[in-house]
């Protein structure tokens, strides 16, 4: 890639991307609820052992094309406030086996979706 240039990606292989280099670098959930130290004072600040992590997301921000709601007429009209529609987003509404289980693979026990 050249000064200047932007490199394509879509949004499910930045997550992907970021997730792999979390978890890398011991970010991830696990990592951290499962940390053993020996000094007491670091203990007190270690997530206890059922200690629920999780990650959220709304319909509207993952489905995308949704023509019944409001926003996506907001989308379409002239003069709209929207910089660009949200055309597919990341298509949850088809692949959400896949998403929850990338989600699971993070260590992540829960997860709310809100439509």
């Known amino acids: 890639m050249r000064d200047g240039e932007v490199s394509s990606m879509t949004r499910r292989e930045l997550l992907r991307s970021a997730s792999i280099t979390a978890a890398a670098l011991g970010l991830g959930p696990l990592a951290m ?13 270690a997530f206890p052992e059922k200690f629920v992590w999780g990650c959220a997301t709304a319909g509207y921000q993952v489905e995308g094309n949704n ?3 409001d926003l996506w007429l907001m989308e379409h009209l002239p003069g709209t406030i929207f ?6 987003a990341c298509d949850h509404y088809h692949l959400y086996p896949q998403d929850i289980a990338m989600v699971a ?10 439509n």
């Open 83 to 88: 910089k660009e529609p949200s055309g597919d």
């Open 105 to 114: 693979d993070l260590g992540f026990n829960t997860f709310r979706f809100f």
């Open 33 to 45: 609820a499962r940390q053993d130290t020996a000094d007491a004072a670091e203990k007190s600040k």
């Open 67 to 69: 023509i019944n709601t």
